[in-house]
């Protein structure tokens, strides 16, 4: 059990405009849930909450929150972990999406398991250390003779952090030959995809409202798997109540590439390959029309903003701003580790709140709104009904950002909002997930920071082919 004593500014549902902070309240957790929240509460006697009146015991941590925001985790709804390992490189700095995977694909063919285990380890915690309690992953690249679970790999990444963990069963089917992007060496066939992606909702996938292991499908691009591929993909997921994610309107170039190929624009393929509907998220989604919008709004399609990496690779400003005001539900992502190259997910939403005023001006978009993406829509977009707000009964997934230092004097007008305009700093004092010490004054609990960081640039060389 965790008490949170004294909360200098604990915000219940900080998407909502008029939620006003509880100031001094406590807040008690028992087993992976938020049992009470209230004024001075009583220490537990025999690890039994007084007000719950049955239970297992177990062990006290009390955190003095006297100095901190206390807001739902966070919840990341698109990443590629494996590319922490090739981060910043030289060759592609300044390179378009295209290029950029051209590249990188070459490097990519060399991952195996350590490369899989540490790189996923890298990514959560970085994560987690942001203030996230809840993350995807789209792995789509399995080069030739990896012959080990790699999704089993992940999981137990995600174990030794201690992240609620939702990752993607990605593909791809086409590979240079077939006129996609990718070399012949990390593609795989239909049958395997399919027969894989079977497996492993069989064997991981949690339908519970706190499950720690989801599984997701998701064809990584519609240029790079067939129409078949899409299709069948769409189906099985269905059959199964999992949920469905692809990379659309990105880039222009994508646009070229499916007029070119099939001559119609991603979105109308989409619609004609089964690929839409309210169990459906995009990433990017920058190359809308007003017409595909619509689109996006009659058919409950959600779209995951990905601020960071669409600067990064000069791809576009997403229309962000309009989708929320047509209701369409926009959730928040760091992205691939190559392409951001970070996975800071409060200092997404700070690039999320100014990249949108970039485009529409300083009033187009709002704190709650960018807090929005963050927590309810992202618990929305992975399947997590009880997420996203600090409620009693509700999954205990909580961040806590000490905003008593030097970085943000001055600016504790507004706490909340405080987190996005100030500070040199986005890591967490402390991240719960599911009702467990993660990140404790700023530290991860589970893993060795210092011996990870040592095992990922060694790895990284390696798979580079550097020194």
């Known amino acids: 059990m965790i008490l949170l004593k004294n909360c200098y500014a604990l915000y219940p549902d900080p998407a909502d405009p008029d939620c006003e902070p509880l100031r001094g309240v406590d807040l008690l957790i028992q087993g992976n849930r938020i049992n009470r929240i209230g004024r001075q509460l009583p220490a537990p006697k025999n690890g039994i909450p007084p007000a719950a009146g049955s239970g297992a015991s177990a062990a006290l941590q009390t955190i003095d929150a006297s100095r901190c925001v206390v807001v739902p985790g966070f919840v990341n709804t698109h990443h590629h972990f494996y590319q922490v390992l090739t981060r910043n490189l030289p060759a ?3 390179a378009k999406l295209f290029t950029w995977l051209v590249y990188l ?12 285990l540490v790189s996923s380890q890298v990514a959560l915690g970085e994560l987690a250390k942001t203030g996230c309690t809840c993350t995807t992953d789209h792995h789509y690249l399995y080069p030739n003779g990896f012959s080990a679970d790699l999704m089993g790999l992940q999981f137990e990444a995600a174990d030794r952090i201690g992240m609620r963990f939702t990752p993607t069963r990605g593909s791809m089917s086409l590979s240079k030959k077939d006129g996609g992007l990718p070399p012949d060496s990390v593609v795989q066939t239909e049958e395997q995809i399919l027969e894989d992606s079977l497996r492993v909702i069989e064997q991981y996938h949690d339908p519970s409202p706190l499950a720690m292991r989801k599984v997701v499908l998701a064809p990584c691009s519609p240029f ?3 129409r ?3 299709v069948e993909t769409a189906r099985l997921a269905r059959s199964h109540a999992v949920r469905l994610h692809t990379h659309l309107a990105e880039t222009e170039d994508e646009d070229e590439y499916c007029l070119r190929k099939y001559g119609k624009r991603p979105l109308e393929l989409m619609e004609q390959w089964e690929f839409v509907g309210e169990d459906v998220s995009y990433a990017h989604g920058i190359h809308f029309s007003d017409e595909e919008l619509e689109v996006l709004h009659q058919s409950g399609t959600a779209v995951c903003h990905c601020p960071s990496s669409n600067m990064r690779l000069g791809s576009g400003i997403a229309r962000v701003k309009e989708m929320i005001e047509k209701g369409i539900t926009v959730s928040l992502a760091v992205d691939g580790s190559a392409s951001n190259d970070a996975s800071d997910f409060l200092g997404e939403m700070r690039q999320a709140l100014f990249l949108q005023r970039v485009r529409y001006g300083a009033d187009a978009i709002t704190v709650p709104q960018i807090f929005a993406l963050a927590t309810r829509n992202g618990a929305k977009v992975l399947n997590f009904s ?7 009964g509700w ?3 909580l961040a806590l950002f000490d905003v008593h230092k030097l970085a943000y004097a001055g600016a504790l007008s507004d706490p909340l909002a405080a987190l996005l305009f100030a500070g040199v700093d986005h890591r ?6 599911n009702g467990r010490l993660v990140v404790r004054q700023g530290k991860l609990t589970g893993v060795d920071e210092s011996d990870l960081t040592e095992k990922a640039n060694r790895i990284a060389a390696r798979i580079q082919k550097i020194g």
């Open 92 to 94: 592609v700095q300044n």
């Open 224 to 226: 790079s798997v067939s």
């Open 386 to 392: 009880e997420l996203g707000r600090i409620e009693e």
């Open 228 to 230: 078949e591929l899409m």
């Open 105 to 116: 694909y070459e490097i990519w063919k060399n991952i195996d398991e350590e490369a899989v």
């Open 395 to 397: 999954g205990a997934d």
């Open 428 to 433: 967490s004092e402390y991240t719960i997930i």
